[in-house]
């Protein structure tokens, strides 16, 4: 069964400075990849997502992630944050030949923007 | 276009009483899911649909059915709550492609708590 990390609960970032958040996942084949983005109070709304070819993901809000099979990680970066993108982010993956078993979440990673 | 839509929003339950959390999805979805969030835990899937009439259990189904009787609508049913049901439920849909599941939307969840 496949299975999603993200090391840090929290991250602490200054405003304009950049972020890395990461994700590895455990999987034998090919997965698929996403990241979610959750505001307070809010449901989850899709950053990105990785299929197939380029590595490099471009995402909505300025994010981006990429792929490195060899090290199984997924890390999503962005260059300049704003105190808008403090929220809670999740890594998730789904197997591709893994049928209707869904996405598997991580357990999310905190961002706290300070001014 | 509504997307995800689940309701009710809040609901206050004594233990052994029951209920349905109600989702609606209007973009034509195969697969739908319902998750639980709960603090440090991430999302964890309870049960899914990939078509009208039949459903599966995943991570955490004990305590809850579910049936789908259209494609359109997802209800997950709380026989007798237990106050270890107190979460956050989500409800998401997905295309699916060759069988596989691919981007969740969510609808914006259902706060439940268990006296």
């Known amino acids: 069964a496949q299975s999603v990390t993200q090391p840090d609960i929290h991250i602490t970032v200054s405003e304009g400075a950049s972020l890395e958040l990461r994700c590895n996942y455990s999987?034998?084949?090919?997965?698929?990849l996403f990241w979610y983005v959750q505001s307070p109070g809010q449901g989850l709304q899709l950053l990105l997502k990785y299929f197939s070819g380029d590595t490099l993901v471009q995402g909505i809000k300025g994010f981006e992630a990429e792929f490195k099979r060899s090290q199984s990680s997924f890390n999503l970066r962005k260059p300049s944050v704003h105190w808008s993108d403090a929220a809670e982010y999740f890594c998730?993956?789904?197997?591709?030949?893994?049928?209707?078993?869904?996405?598997?979440f991580g357990k999310g990673t905190h961002l706290i923007i300070q001014p | 276009n509504a997307g995800v839509t689940q309701t009710p929003k809040f609901q206050v339950l004594k233990t052994g009483q029951s209920m349905t959390l109600q989702c609606a999805q209007d973009?034509?979805?195969?697969?739908m899911s319902w998750y639980r969030q709960d603090p440090g835990m991430g999302l964890r899937l309870i049960h899914y649909?990939?078509?009208?009439?039949?459903?599966d259990q995943g991570e955490v189904p004990n305590g809850y059915n579910v049936s789908r009787s259209t494609t359109e609508d997802f209800p997950l049913r709380l026989l007798s709550a237990a106050p270890s049901q107190t979460s956050v439920y989500f409800c998401a849909s997905s295309r699916m492609e060759a069988g596989e599941v691919g981007e969740l939307f969510f609808g914006e969840g259902s706060r439940l708590t268990v006296l």
């Open positions: 973009m034509n979805h195969e697969y």
């Open positions: 649909s990939v078509g009208a009439g039949i459903t």
């Open positions: 998730a993956v789904g197997a591709a030949g893994g049928g209707a078993d869904g996405l598997t």
């Open positions: 999987y034998g084949a090919t997965p698929y």
